[in-house]
C-alpha cells in the first residue's frame, strides 16, 4: 500500500518504513460512479488517495476539478477540521486509500521524525495555495475597483445627460450596484488584533464571529431566533448601539439583521470593517 504515497508531495521525504507506518494507518475505500464523498459544508474528518477511477469537484452545482489517479483529496481539511468547500463524487467506480485526520494524528504522536516531514510538506503545500488564492483574491480586487469607476462613470453621465424614462431606474440600479459593491458590504471575521465583542441587555458579553454592514453573527446565547435583539457592539475604540432580527445561522450561531444606524454610527461600522480587512490583506 506505501508503494501508492511515493509519487504524493504531501508524502515526500518521508522513509520507507515511514511510507509503511502510514500504510497501516490507511484502509482501501471502493466508490460506485456516483458515490458522493463529502459535500460543501461538512465538517471535514477524513483524507482520500485516489489510486484508480476519476472524480470530480463540485462547487455550487458547477465541475470545476477533474480528478485522475493519483490525486489527494481534502488533506488541509482533514488534519485541522475545516468545512468542506466543495462536493467530492466519483465519476466512475474508483478506488481510495482512506485515513482520518484523527488516526493520522495518533499515529505522528508516535512517530515524531514522519510527523515533522508531513507537516513541513502539508505547510509548504498550504503555503502555495495562499499565494494562488492571494493572486486571485488581487485581482477580482482589481476588477472590483475597475468596476465601480466605470458604474460611477456611468452615474454620472445619467445625471449629466436629458432625463428620459429611463434615467430614474438606471441610475437606481447602478446607485445599488455601487453601494453593494463597498467594502464594507463583505464579511469579515474580527481579526485578534482588533477584537469586537457585544454587550448584551442583561449585561453579558459574547464574541462576534463574524459581521458586516448588514449582519453580525453571535453565539447562540446571544437570542432565540425570531426575535427582536438590542445590544451594544464594542469596537477596539468606540461603542454602537445596534437593533435588529435574531435569525438562525447554524447549530451554534445566531444572525443579527442589522435595522438601518443613524449616519455616525454607519461610518464608525463601515471604518472599522474596511480596518480589519485591509489588516487581513496586510497580515
Same mark, same amino acid.
Do not use: C
Given at each position: 500500500?506505501?508503494?501508492?504515497?511515493?509519487?504524493?508531495?504531501?508524502?515526500?521525504?518521508?522513509?520507507?518504513?515511514?511510507?509503511?507506518?502510514?500504510?497501516?494507518?490507511?484502509?482501501?475505500?471502493?466508490?460506485?460512479?456516483?458515490?458522493?464523498?463529502?459535500?460543501?459544508?461538512?465538517?471535514?474528518?477524513?483524507?482520500?488517495?485516489?489510486?484508480?477511477?476519476?472524480?470530480?469537484?463540485?462547487?455550487?452545482?458547477?465541475?470545476?476539478?477533474?480528478?485522475?489517479?493519483?490525486?489527494?483529496?481534502?488533506?488541509?481539511?482533514?488534519?485541522?477540521?475545516?468545512?468542506?468547500?466543495?462536493?467530492?463524487?466519483?465519476? @466512475?467506480? !474508483?478506488?481510495? +486509500?482512506?485515513?482520518?485526520? =484523527?488516526? /493520522?494524528? &495518533?499515529?505522528?504522536? #508516535?512517530?515524531?521524525? *514522519?510527523?515533522?516531514?508531513?507537516?513541513?510538506?502539508?505547510?509548504?503545500?498550504?503555503?502555495?495555495?495562499?499565494?494562488?488564492?492571494?493572486?486571485?483574491?488581487?485581482?477580482?480586487?482589481?476588477?472590483?475597483?475597475?468596476?465601480?469607476?466605470?458604474?460611477?462613470?456611468?452615474?454620472?453621465?445619467?445625471?449629466?445627460?436629458?432625463?428620459? @424614462?429611463? !434615467?430614474?431606474? +438606471?441610475?437606481?440600479?447602478? =446607485?445599488? /450596484?455601487? &453601494?453593494?459593491?463597498? #467594502?464594507?458590504?463583505? *464579511?469579515?471575521?474580527?481579526?485578534?488584533?482588533?477584537?469586537?465583542?457585544?454587550?448584551?441587555?442583561?449585561?453579558?458579553?459574547?464574541?462576534?464571529?463574524?459581521?458586516?454592514?448588514?449582519?453580525?453573527?453571535?453565539?447562540?446565547?446571544?437570542?432565540?431566533?425570531?426575535?427582536?435583539?438590542?445590544?451594544?457592539?464594542?469596537?477596539?475604540?468606540?461603542?454602537?448601539?445596534?437593533?435588529?432580527?435574531?435569525?438562525?445561522?447554524?447549530?451554534?450561531?445566531?444572525?443579527?439583521?442589522?435595522?438601518?444606524?443613524?449616519?455616525?454610527?454607519?461610518?464608525?461600522?463601515?471604518?472599522?470593517?474596511?480596518?480589519?480587512?485591509?489588516?487581513?490583506?496586510?497580515?
Amino acid at each position: 500500500m506505501s508503494t501508492a504515497f511515493v509519487s504524493v508531495p504531501l508524502f515526500s521525504g518521508i522513509s520507507e518504513e515511514g511510507l509503511q507506518g502510514l500504510g497501516e494507518v490507511f484502509e482501501r475505500v471502493e466508490a460506485e460512479a456516483g458515490t458522493v464523498l463529502f459535500s460543501t459544508g461538512d465538517t471535514a474528518d477524513r483524507l482520500y488517495l485516489l489510486v484508480d477511477g476519476r472524480v470530480a469537484l463540485h462547487e455550487e452545482g458547477e465541475s470545476t476539478i477533474d480528478l485522475q489517479p493519483i490525486s489527494l483529496i481534502g488533506e488541509l481539511g482533514a488534519m485541522v477540521g475545516l468545512n468542506r468547500r466543495v462536493t467530492a463524487v466519483a465519476v @466512475e467506480p !474508483s478506488m481510495f +486509500l482512506a485515513a482520518s485526520g =484523527e488516526a /493520522l494524528r &495518533a499515529f505522528f504522536e #508516535r512517530n515524531a521524525s *514522519v510527523a515533522v516531514t508531513f507537516y513541513q510538506n502539508l505547510l509548504g503545500m498550504s503555503a502555495d495555495k495562499i499565494r494562488r488564492d492571494e493572486r486571485r483574491i488581487d485581482d477580482m480586487r482589481r476588477n472590483l475597483i475597475k468596476t465601480q469607476k466605470s458604474l460611477k462613470a456611468m452615474r454620472e453621465l445619467i445625471l449629466e445627460s436629458a432625463s428620459n @424614462e429611463l !434615467s430614474e431606474p +438606471l441610475h437606481d440600479m447602478l =446607485e445599488h /450596484l455601487i &453601494a453593494q459593491n463597498r #467594502r464594507a458590504n463583505y *464579511v469579515v471575521a474580527p481579526p485578534s488584533a482588533l477584537p469586537v465583542h457585544v454587550r448584551l441587555t442583561d449585561g453579558a458579553t459574547v464574541p462576534v464571529l463574524a459581521m458586516s454592514r448588514l449582519f453580525i453573527e453571535l453565539p447562540t446565547q446571544a437570542g432565540d431566533a425570531h426575535s427582536a435583539w438590542r445590544g451594544v457592539l464594542v469596537l477596539p475604540s468606540s461603542e454602537i448601539p445596534l437593533a435588529g432580527t435574531l435569525e438562525a445561522a447554524g447549530s451554534d450561531a445566531v444572525r443579527v439583521n442589522l435595522d438601518l444606524l443613524i449616519e455616525e454610527y454607519s461610518q464608525g461600522l463601515e471604518a472599522y470593517l474596511t480596518q480589519a480587512q485591509l489588516l487581513d490583506i496586510v497580515l
